[in-house]
C-alpha cells in the first residue's frame, strides 16, 4: 500500500537537539537518565472520577527529567517491520493510540499511526507543547484537537501529506491532553485504546516505584485482551509482563501483548 516506510524528513531538516540522537556519545550519555528535570506546567483539572483521586498523590510526588534524544523519530523508523506483524497491523487499525509522555515529538508517531490507519491519536503530556498549525487558502488552522472539528481528521491528513510530502497518508483524529500520564489513564474506560510511549521520561528509581507501580495496573486496564503496548527506551514498561502481558521485540521496539486472564488484575 505503501511506497516509502520511513518519514520523509532530511536529516539536516532536524533541529539542532533531534539530530543529537545521532550522536553515539551523547545517545550513551542519555541512557544514563534525562540531564536536566523537566518543567512542570499548570493543566487544566477536568472532571476527575474516584480512580484520578486516587493517583492524584503519587502524581504530584513522582520525579521526571526531559529527554534530549527524539526517540519518537527512532521510533518511527522501525514501521516497516512492525508491517511484517500482521496481528500487530490489525490491532493498531482497530482502536485509538494513546501516547504517554509524547513531548514535542509527536508528529513521528502520528505519521507513524497513519500508516496503519490507526482512527485516532491522543498525545499526552505534562510538559511544553506546540500546538499543530498550518495555513491554508489564508486561514490559519489548529488543529490540535481536530476531534471536535469537523472534518478534522481530514484536516491533520493535509498537514501531513504536506509536511512530510506523501499523498498516502490517511485520515487522522489528533488530541493532546496536557496532563500528567497517570492521571490521564486513570480517567479512561476499560479496554478502550493501544498505548506507546517512547523515551520514558521517569526514572525507575525506588522514590518512583509507587507511581510506576500504579501506571503498569492502569495501562493493563486500558489496555483490551489482544491489545498493544509499544515502546522504546522505556524500562519502567517491563512490568507489564506482571500485569498479563507477553513481551517481543522487533528490531528496538518492545512490544507487548495483553493475554487473557482467568483472573483480571484490576476490576
Not at 57 to 84: G, M
Not at 156 to 178: C, G, M, S, T
Not at 197 to 203: E, H, K, L, Q, V
Request: hydrophobic share 35%; aromatic share 10%.
Amino acid at each position: 500500500m505503501f511506497e516509502d516506510e520511513k518519514p520523509k524528513i532530511d536529516p539536516s531538516q532536524l533541529s539542532k537537539r533531534d539530530r543529537k540522537m545521532l550522536d553515539p556519545e551523547q545517545d550513551a550519555v542519555l541512557q544514563k537518565g534525562g540531564r536536566k528535570q523537566g518543567k512542570k506546567v499548570e493543566v487544566p483539572r477536568p472532571k476527575e472520577n474516584p480512580r484520578q483521586a486516587e493517583v492524584e498523590d503519587l502524581y504530584q510526588s513522582v520525579e521526571w527529567y526531559r529527554w534530549d534524544t527524539n526517540y519518537a523519530f527512532i521510533f518511527a523508523d522501525h514501521t516497516r517491520e512492525i508491517r511484517k506483524h500482521p496481528e500487530i497491523a490489525e490491532q493498531l487499525k482497530a482502536r485509538r493510540l494513546i501516547d504517554l509522555g509524547c513531548g514535542d515529538s509527536y508528529l513521528n508517531i502520528l505519521w507513524f499511526a497513519t500508516r496503519f490507519e490507526v482512527p485516532a491519536y491522543v498525545g499526552v503530556d505534562r510538559g511544553d507543547y506546540v500546538p499543530l498549525r498550518f495555513e491554508e487558502g489564508g486561514e490559519r488552522h489548529t488543529i490540535s484537537d481536530s476531534h471536535q472539528i469537523e472534518n478534522g481528521a481530514e484536516l491533520v491528513a493535509k498537514y501531513l501529506r504536506k509536511k512530510y510530502n506523501d499523498e498516502a497518508i490517511q485520515p487522522i483524529h489528533f488530541q493532546f491532553v496536557p496532563d500528567d500520564m497517570l492521571r490521564y489513564l486513570a480517567g479512561e474506560p476499560d479496554g478502550s485504546a493501544n498505548i506507546t510511549s517512547n523515551g520514558f521520561a521517569i526514572p525507575d528509581l525506588p522514590r518512583n516505584k509507587a507511581y510506576l507501580d500504579r501506571l503498569a495496573e492502569e495501562v493493563a486496564r486500558v489496555v483490551p485482551v489482544g491489545g498493544i503496548v509499544l515502546t522504546l527506551e522505556n524500562r519502567p514498561f517491563h512490568r507489564l509482563t506482571e500485569q498479563g502481558f507477553q513481551k517481543t521485540e522487533i528490531g528496538q521496539i518492545e512490544c507487548y501483548i495483553k493475554e487473557e486472564q482467568e483472573e483480571q488484575v484490576r476490576s
